[in-house]
């Protein structure tokens, strides 16, 4: 039996067609179109949408990209904090695993 | 006993450049995420439900409004009310007061046809009695009936063709109120919307459009929408900004 990838070892991405975002002071405000949502994000949560919009990335990519884009060390940004941040998106529909696909 | 502080120190903050504050900032923020704070928020109303909400305003008259509407299609808007009697009509100096006194006025055409009088006068009322034209007499007419009279020794025919062929003069039409200098029974429909109505403008759409209904509030809807695309939302007219609000909503959905 093989265990589940969790949400670090999975692979995201996001489409950004599908939402409208404006910064307001470094929080985002994002319109997401499918949902019909609209959704709050500070710069953590909406730099893991944009992250992955781009290029799709692991979660421990996405952490040590997060840690370089916004100059932050591991103590700094945990990964505990990305991986619930993760799962928070994911479930929102702002991001999505590339891994649900296949 | 001191408390101890949540946040990292930031008295320093001061000397820091905005991108140094920038970063602590967000340091700050991932402290309290690592503490649970959300990254995100979801708004409880979404944004489909904030654009839907536009239709749920309503109208609420605070005092009555009432509305006069002629022939021609022309409105006026005011508060004043006209004295109506059975069999005399609308009292006409009541008329010129509320015309008068309109808040609010609409040219002709801008009324349609739902809500004009149900009676129009043909011709106005004129104090000319030696006009020629206002005695109707049907010379070859008559004259035809004349002959018939003279063939025939019944009286009951005798009557019934010289009723047929009576002139219709002013001078003989004693029943005649349209010329009533105080009264007038036909030209003017008058509609009121007392204090307190509360009219939802979302009840006058129809699959997307407006299809103000064949009432006192259709009429107001109607002279509403009139209202709003020569003002916009300019300040005056009663429940305008609802008015405003919902046009601009179905501005979305085309």
């Known amino acids: 039996m093989v265990a589940a990838p969790s949400l670090m070892e999975k692979t995201w991405t996001s489409d950004s067609g599908q939402f409208l975002a404006v910064e307001y002071d470094d929080t985002y405000l994002v319109y997401f179109k499918p949902s019909g949502d609209t959704h709050f994000l500070n710069f953590l ?58 | 006993m001191t408390e101890k502080p949540i946040l990292p120190d930031t008295t320093e903050s001061e000397d820091r450049t905005p991108e140094e504050s920038r970063i602590a900032e967000r340091r700050q923020l991932l402290m309290l995420g690592a503490a649970g704070l959300p990254m995100m928020l979801t708004l409880k109303a979404s944004a489909r439900e904030v654009l839907v909400s536009q239709l749920n305003c309503v109208v609420n008259f605070t005092s009555r409004l009432r509305i006069l509407v002629d022939c ?111 009264w007038i029974d036909s030209g003017y429909a008058f509609y009121e919307l007392g204090k307190n109505t509360t009219i939802t403008p979302a009840d006058h759409l129809s699959g997307g459009s407006w299809s103000p209904q064949n009432n006192n509030k259709g009429l107001f809807i109607t002279l509403s929408l009139i209202y709003e695309s020569r003002h916009g939302e300019t300040p005056g007219w009663p429940g305008i900004s609802c008015i405003v609000s919902i046009v601009n909503y179905l501005g979305t959905q085309n």
């Open chain 2, 72 to 182: 021609d299609g022309k409105a006026w808007v005011g508060t004043r009310n006209i004295k109506y009697e059975d069999g005399k009509g609308f009292k006409v100096a009541d008329i010129t007061k509320f015309k008068d006194e309109a808040t609010y006025s609409f040219p002709a055409g801008d009324v349609p046809n739902n809500w004009l009088p149900d009676t129009c006068p043909i011709e106005e009322c004129s104090n000319d009695d030696d006009d020629d034209d206002d005695y109707d007499f049907d010379l070859e007419s008559a004259s035809t009936e004349l002959d018939e009279l003279m063939r025939t020794s019944l009286p009951a025919q005798a009557d019934g063709i010289m009723l047929a062929s009576k002139p219709k003069g002013k001078d003989d039409d004693d029943e005649d109120d349209d010329c009533d200098e105080d």
């Open chain 1, 45 to 102: 949560s909406f730099g893991i949408v944009d992250a992955v919009s781009k290029t799709a990335l692991s979660g421990t990519e996405l952490h040590e990209k997060l840690k370089t884009d916004f100059s932050l060390t591991s103590s700094e940004l945990p990964v505990a904090l990305v991986t619930s941040t993760i799962g928070e998106l994911d479930q929102a529909g702002l991001i999505s695993s590339v891994d649900n696909s296949k």
